[in-house]
């Protein structure tokens, strides 16, 4: 979903479906697309390197040299070891037991995640960059978590499988993909079937998948905080997730309460898309559908302020203050009031939507509610990363063009509110068909 929820409350929408993606062997593998004889050799790219030297620091090694002890971050010296380089070898030597040497060219490997990127964010409406070689993807509007009708894998692995072969057939590199409810599962299962992984954990799978997991691999657990937990006895993510969070949250603070949460599965981050949003939103759904007026107003009360609250602390004045109303079982209805120029006002943000809730939905029964800032503008507005983003993006933001003046009355419009049974596997082509705002 790309709309965030305010904590604590209920949100009743179908489970998230998250890629996490991670290339293998990133620097190497492109390294293999200039000089395919390097194909099942060992590789070893060095920064600070220089052919024929000792110096410098090794960037990555293919799974072939990583089978010689050679590692991420290692000196070459002790690289060259454990691996001798191929050019070096005498003539009695075993040439299966050398590696090939090659130097960093970022460049070139910035090309080559540049084309990986472009079929991420074509196969995806939101997309997290994280690193060169690394992204998520929010493909809930795209796929499904139901059973594809020839047996039992779901929609959402043959979507997984699909996004794989595109980057292998048109880049042709390796990617690793784990598939999941949630962001730091997505990460933790794209790792765990590393090179040419394809790792899908079910929304109902989630804790057990975890259970067996070191806490040095949960997302927020560094060395230090394992070493801790360690001397508690506490070792995988299963022991994590039974440990009494009130004890976590004595030694951890509230940092400790949230890694019990992620270790039993739960990761409320939403994946927002690299660069700057088009519109900033937030949105709270009821426990029970509601027509109390003081219960509605005061929940718009309470997003209109975090709304503006977060446009102010991200420099963003809007132009545009809307509302969405959900009334039960899906019908979406989006409202909105356009300024005469851009403000930062949260009283403006908070009595204009109150005015588009009182103006029509005083009486109605409500499942959810939101409020929207959008046709942003930035104080320190940098045109080139501004273009950068919205080249790159496929729709963006929290940006899904949801809100408009008009009623939209197709679920399909919202993947938050649509049923999972009107998805289908990868059909839908970008965001044109949606209703842009204003
Ligand atoms: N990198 C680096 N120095 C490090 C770690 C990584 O320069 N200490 C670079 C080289 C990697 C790239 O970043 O190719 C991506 O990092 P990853 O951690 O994803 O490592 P790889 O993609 O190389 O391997 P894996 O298959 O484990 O993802
Ligand atoms: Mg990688």
Redesign the pocket.
């Known amino acids: 979903m790309a709309e965030e929820t305010l904590p604590g409350t209920a949100d009743d929408g179908p489970d998230s479906i998250v890629l996490h993606v991670?290339?293998?062997?990133?620097?190497?593998a492109c390294e293999r697309l200039r000089e395919p004889e390097l194909e099942g050799e060992p590789v070893v790219v060095g920064?600070g390197y220089e052919p024929g030297e000792g110096h410098g620091a090794v960037?990555?090694a293919s799974y072939e040299a990583r089978e010689f002890g050679v590692e991420?971050?290692q000196p070459i010296s002790t690289a060259l070891e454990r691996l001798p380089r191929i050019d070096d070898l005498g003539p009695d030597d075993d040439p299966a037991a050398a590696g090939h040497y090659r130097t960093v060219d970022l460049d070139f490997y910035k090309s080559v995640a540049a084309d990986v990127k472009a079929i991420l964010h074509d196969c995806a409406d939101v997309v997290r960059e994280v690193?060169?070689?690394?992204a998520y993807l929010d493909v809930t509007d795209r796929t499904a978590w139901d059973l594809a009708a020839s047996g039992d894998r779901t929609l959402a692995e043959g979507f997984a499988r699909y996004v794989k072969q595109r980057i292998a057939r048109e880049v042709g590199v390796a990617a690793s993909i784990g598939v999941a409810p949630n962001m730091s599962t997505a990460k933790i299962a794209s790792d765990f079937d590393?090179?040419d992984g394809l790792v899908v954990v079910r929304p109902g799978e989630v804790r057990s998948f975890l259970a067996p997991i070191p806490v040095e691999e949960v997302h927020g657990v560094g060395p230090v905080t394992a070493r801790k937990l360690g001397s508690l006895g506490i070792e995988t993510a299963g022991d994590l997730a039974e440990a009494d969070a009130s004890a976590l949250e004595a030694e951890f603070g509230s940092r400790g309460r949230e890694l019990h949460e992620r270790a039993r599965g739960y990761d409320d981050r939403t994946v927002t898309p690299t660069g700057r949003p088009k519109s900033l939103s937030r949105e709270s759904a009821f426990t029970e559908p509601t027509d109390d007026v003081e219960d509605k107003r005061e929940v718009v009360r309470a997003l209109a302020a975090d709304v503006a609250d977060r446009a102010r602390s991200r420099g963003a004045m809007y132009r545009t203050i809307g509302i969405k109303v959900v009334v039960p079982p899906f019908d979406i209805n989006t409202r909105a009031t356009s300024l005469s120029g851009p403000v930062d006002d949260p009283e403006l943000v908070e009595s204009v939507a109150l005015d588009l809730l009182d103006a029509e939905f005083a009486e109605t029964t409500v499942r959810k509610l939101g409020v929207r800032v959008s046709k942003l503008s930035f104080a320190d507005a940098d045109q080139s990363s501004l273009d950068g983003w919205e080249s790159a993006g496929s729709g963006g933001a929290d940006g899904d063009g949801r809100v408009s003046d008009e009623t939209e009355a197709s679920a399909a419009a919202d993947g938050d509110d649509e049923p999972p049974a009107g998805r289908e596997a990868p059909s839908r082509g970008g965001q044109s068909s949606l209703v842009e705002f204003d």
Do not use: L
């Open positions: 991670d290339m293998d062997c990133f620097y190497a920064m960037a990555t991420s971050a690193s060169i070689d690394e590393k090179p």
